[in-house]
């Protein structure tokens, strides 16, 4: 059984910082590329940013220069350093793992960004 758990979430004034983690079990990790994606409310839910197997990075223009993703093989862990945060970052934040045609997806874990 496959699980993806994100933790790290919650709320943060403007401008400041949150670290999401992605744990992932019941599968080979490094075999995977991952992604994350967000959702507010109103919105279609958007790819954030990818990581290959390799560590090579994409990030959607929206969080280029403020997001950076990363991964750790070792411990079957995958993170999301968020900084400069704004208010339209405020969204369900998911894990995504792929592998050929296998596809998984985390609970989410909320973040929300105001004053």
């Known amino acids: 059984q496959v699980q993806l758990v994100e933790s790290g979430g919650g709320l943060v004034q403007p401008g400041g910082s949150l670290r999401l983690s992605c744990a992932a079990s019941g599968t080979i990790f490094s075999l995977y590329t991952m992604s994350w994606y967000r959702q507010a409310p109103g919105k279609q839910r958007e790819l954030v940013a990818a990581?290959?197997?390799?560590?090579?990075?994409n990030y959607a223009d929206s969080v280029k220069g403020r997001f950076t993703m990363s991964r750790d093989n070792t411990k079957n862990m995958g993170y999301l350093q968020m900084n400069s945060l704004k208010p339209e970052d405020t969204a369900v934040y998911y894990c995504k793992i792929t592998r050929t045609t296998l596809e998984y997806w985390g609970q989410g874990t909320q973040v929300t960004v105001s004053s």
């Open positions: 990581i290959s197997r390799g560590g090579n990075t």
